[in-house]
Nanobody, 123 residues
Framework: QVQLQESGPGLVKPSQTLFLTCTVS??????????WSWIRQPPGKGLEWMGS???????YYRPSLESHISISRDTSKNQFSLQLRSVTPEDTAVYYC???????????????WGQGTQVTVSS
């Protein structure tokens, strides 16, 4: 019965930092052995796993993004967040948060997913 909800600004300017929060209800982000992921889908393209934070707080990032991405959590609020620095228009996408027992998640048939939120990078 876990539910996830993405939130944050829908418009970000190039070179700025994209910041999104995933609020979780019906389950704790510290429960073994779940991983909490951020996934995105640019227009006309497939799902791209970005990174995850584990139940123990360890983080894992897609290599192509690791110089710009940070995932953190606030256990007191049962939330985890995404920061993506120095964004460009190519970062325009629908962004999803999700939970699964796999570290890397890009299959919407697996795990529990939020509804997604549109983020546009434009000046």
């Amino acid at each position: 019965q876990v539910q996830l909800q993405e939130s944050g600004p829908g418009l970000v300017k190039p070179s700025q930092t994209l910041f999104l929060t995933c609020t979780v209800s019906g389950g704790s982000i510290t429960t073994s052995y779940y991983y909490w992921s951020w996934i995105r889908q640019p227009p006309g393209k497939g799902l791209e796993w970005m990174g995850s934070i584990a139940y123990d707080g360890n983080t894992y990032y897609r290599p192509s993004l690791e110089s710009h991405i940070s995932i953190s959590r606030d256990t007191s609020k049962n939330q985890f967040s995404l920061q993506l620095r120095s964004v460009t228009p190519e970062d325009t996408a629908v962004y999803y948060c999700a939970r699964d027992r796999k570290i890397i998640l890009d299959n919407p048939l697996e795990g529990s997913w939020g509804q997604g939120t549109q983020v546009t990078v434009s000046s």
